[in-house]
Structure formats: structure tokens, C-alpha cells
């Protein structure tokens, strides 16, 4: 009989009677007791999940990670995927709370030994601000296209492809490419948020990484938190989009992997 590779155990975390889905994936013991795993905690993008599907950004590199030895612990913001909440009624103090009740229950599991974030697209802003508020905590941090530019485009009155008045923020604002609606929240809470501010008190290892021609959030992101986080690397790739797509992808996550793990024993 082959040994099975991975461990997959799909639960509910509470945050204030909020459930989030959440799906840990553990290489597999195959016998051995007492193991304890590096953690990686991974953070999706607006209107994203935690990755069902195979082929999925998240669970691709999830897969690897798993393969290089670590835990990993993905989940639905609340108001996503499987999670309970408003359907698309996140913001960004949710979404920060939300990544701090999952790190609490990390912090509990008796498997665990260190603690890494990633995050992609706004999941990296999430990633990045709890990052900074847990530094004592944080062994090391991984950005993928952090989309720190939402808060100047808030300020102008866009939110992906929606539009709005800055001046007078309506309740919801609809987002054509996803079909959907936003919460007014969003842009009136991102536009005063210390995007940068926080992550650089994060002085722990930590990497960017984005596609020099990302058509969603300008490079200049990642060029500004490798300049503001005291250890902090970004590295650019020519044929990579905001998700991922492109010749470049296999390379990117490789190069993700190998920074976590080079680090799992750095320090």
C-alpha cells in the first residue's frame, strides 16, 4: 500500500458566532507521534476562497508546501466560499479579524511549531497588517501581488473596476467583473488604513512577489513594502498576471516554497 502524502481536515473557526471555513492540510505522519509542523496561515484576494479546486492558485501551492513539509491552513474570509457572514459584506477590519481568529486557533494546535503568513492580492494588505500587530508571533511572510494600491485607488473613487464618488460613498458599490456588490465600507475604512505603516514593524523575513505586468495592482506595491519592511525582498517576474496566470507561475511558487523553507531553519 502507498503512503498517503497529505491529511486534510475541513472545520469551522468562530469569530464572534461567524463561521470560517477553514481546511488544514498536514503532510502525512504515516505512524510517527509527537510531530509538530511549520505553519503557513494563506490569505485569498476579494471575492476569492481558499482554493476548492485543484487547479486553484492556493491549492496548488498548497500542494507544495505540503510536499516541502509544512501545515497549511487556508480559509474563506467571512461572507465567502463556504464561511457564514453577509455574502460579500467583508471590509477591512473584518478581514484582519477574521486572519487573527485563525491565528489564535493556530497558536492552540499542539503540531504546530512556527508561524508564517501569505497572502495574495488584498489578502497580502491582511497579511501584511496582522504581520505587523503579531511580529512577536510571525516567523516570516509571504506577499503575492499585495494590493496596497486599493487604498490611493479608494481615494479616487475606485474599487477594482467599480466606481464611486469619493466624496459621497454610496452603501454598496457594484463590481462588474465578479458580478457583485461591495460594502461602502470597504473604501471608506481602506482609504485611512496604515497599509505600510504596520507591516514595517514586522522586521522578520518576508518576500513579494509580482508579475512586472500585473494589470491590477501596480508593482510599485511590492517595491514599497521591500522598502518600509526591514527584511524584506520583492522579486519581479515578466509573464505573470495579478492571479498568477502565465509561463512564470510554476517558477513563482517555487520560488515561494523555497523561501519558506530556507527560513523554517534561518532562525
Request: contains cysteine; proline residues 6%; hydrophobic residues 40%.
Amino acid at each position: 500500500m502507498a503512503e498517503q502524502h497529505f491529511r486534510v481536515e475541513d472545520l469551522d473557526i468562530e469569530r464572534e458566532g461567524i463561521k470560517l471555513h477553514t481546511r488544514i492540510t498536514r503532510p502525512a505522519s504515516n505512524g510517527a507521534l509527537d510531530v509538530r509542523y511549520p505553519a503557513v496561515i494563506m490569505m485569498h484576494g476579494l471575492f476569492g476562497t481558499l482554493g476548492y479546486e485543484p487547479t486553484d492558485l492556493f491549492a496548488e501551492l498548497s500542494d507544495k508546501l505540503v510536499a516541502a513539509g509544512f501545515m497549511t491552513v487556508r480559509f474563506d474570509f467571512d461572507g465567502r466560499g463556504k464561511s457564514g457572514g453577509e455574502p460579500n459584506g467583508f471590509d477591512p477590519y473584518t478581514e484582519i479579524e477574521d486572519a487573527i481568529a485563525v491565528l489564535d486557533y493556530v497558536r492552540n494546535l499542539d503540531d504546530v511549531e512556527k508561524i508564517s503568513l501569505l497572502g495574495h492580492s488584498f489578502g497580502g494588505v491582511v497579511a501584511g497588517m496582522t504581520a505587523g500587530m503579531y511580529a512577536d508571533v510571525i516567523h516570516s511572510l509571504v506577499l503575492m501581488a499585495p494590493a496596497a494600491t486599493s487604498k490611493s485607488d479608494a481615494m479616487h473613487g475606485h474599487v477594482l473596476d467599480g466606481t464611486f464618488d469619493p466624496m459621497h460613498i454610496p452603501q454598496t458599490i457594484d463590481i462588474p467583473s465578479h458580478q457583485a456588490k461591495m460594502s461602502g465600507r470597504f473604501p471608506r475604512i481602506i482609504r485611512i488604513m496604515p497599509v505600510y505603516e504596520v507591516p514595517a514593524r514586522f522586521d522578520g523575513p518576508a518576500l513579494c512577489v509580482q508579475g512586472n505586468d500585473d494589470q491590477v495592482v501596480s508593482p510599485h506595491a511590492s517595491k514599497n513594502y521591500a522598502e518600509v519592511m526591514p527584511n524584506c525582498t520583492a522579486t519581479f517576474y515578466n509573464n505573470l498576471g495579478h492571479t498568477f496566470t502565465g509561463s512564470d507561475r510554476e517558477l513563482a511558487l517555487d520560488e515561494i516554497t523555497q523561501f519558506l523553507v530556507v527560513e523554517r531553519t534561518a532562525r
